[in-house]
């Protein structure tokens, strides 16, 4: 079987945990146009997207990150005094309902009972790639033993709902892995970066609503720039993580791209050349798009419905606002 290799005088770390918090309530296609001119089927046809998922009340940032990051602690048969440190990513924290009091990853540590270092990241859509990058180095430095990294977005309070361009491809959830030391690498180089010429493609800034009391954070996106941008630009990322790796297409066994929209998802993987025997992540579906959360709920999924076994080599890509971009190969937990 293929394997990803340690870089040498590192210590290998994989992924022992995988959990994730799938908010209650769905919503549906009919349900979004009441307030868009728009149509289910318009929306489906262009997006993948036949139901999100929209956050009540108690289900906060914080909640959602924490019932995720609790569900890979026990995946991981680990102890949250085992966690020496919990890296979080959000776009969504400036929203008027996160539930945040203090600061997000701290308020999820709390929750957890964790006594770990805390740091949050803010890298929008590809946030759970670069949190789970900067997790690995620190487990391979040797400068954490156990680290929990965790997406939690609740989209729904920084989307305007009478945003004909972004109300139906947004939803809110949360995902969790939990990295630990092994005896051999499951968790790959990863390919980085940002291309800057476009960061005003994706923004979230104060906008008064008609539908709401004061100015709130709302996210705005150039949609069709960041598709272009995105088709073109990530086959390229995707073969380079497969060269660092060692890796070719055939060797993976799962392609699990952030859950941006079902078009760019297939346009990459078959600019990429992935073989017919590679499972691609269709989580868009029923989950929507939900940013830094995406990676580990796509992942999630597979695994729950048996399309990919523990062990599996999956290629993770987050992409998203910046224009920004984060990948690498994984070994299933
Ligand atoms: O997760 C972070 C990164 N984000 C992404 O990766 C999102 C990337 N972008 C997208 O997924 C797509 O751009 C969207 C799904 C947001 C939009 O699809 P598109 O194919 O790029 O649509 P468009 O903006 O190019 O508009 C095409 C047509 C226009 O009509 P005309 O000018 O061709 O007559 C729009 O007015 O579709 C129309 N349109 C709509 N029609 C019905 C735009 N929005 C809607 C709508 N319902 N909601």
Known sequence: MTQLSARPGTIPATIAGIGVYRPRRVVTNEEVCRHIDSSPRWIERRSGIRTRRFAQPDETLPEMGAMAGAKALADAGADPADVDFLVVATMSQTGPASG??????????????LRAATVGVGAACSGFTVALNLAAGSVRSGASRCALVIGTERMSDIVSPTDRGTAFLFSDGAGAVLLVPSETAGIGPAVWGS????????TVGPTREP?????EPTLRMA???????????LPGVVRDILDRSGLTVTDINAFIPHQANMRITDAVAQAVGFPESVVIARDIADQGNTSAASIPLATERLRTSGRVQRGDLALLLGFGAGLSYAGMVVTVP
């Open 100 to 113: 945040r009091r203090g600061a997000l990853p701290e308020a999820i540590a709390a929750r957890l009972g």
């Open 195 to 202: 291309d800057t010429r476009l960061a005003e493609a994706i």
């Open 211 to 215: 539908d709401r009391a004061g100015p």
């Open 223 to 233: 949609g069709n720039s960041v598709f272009r941008w995105a088709v073109t630009a």
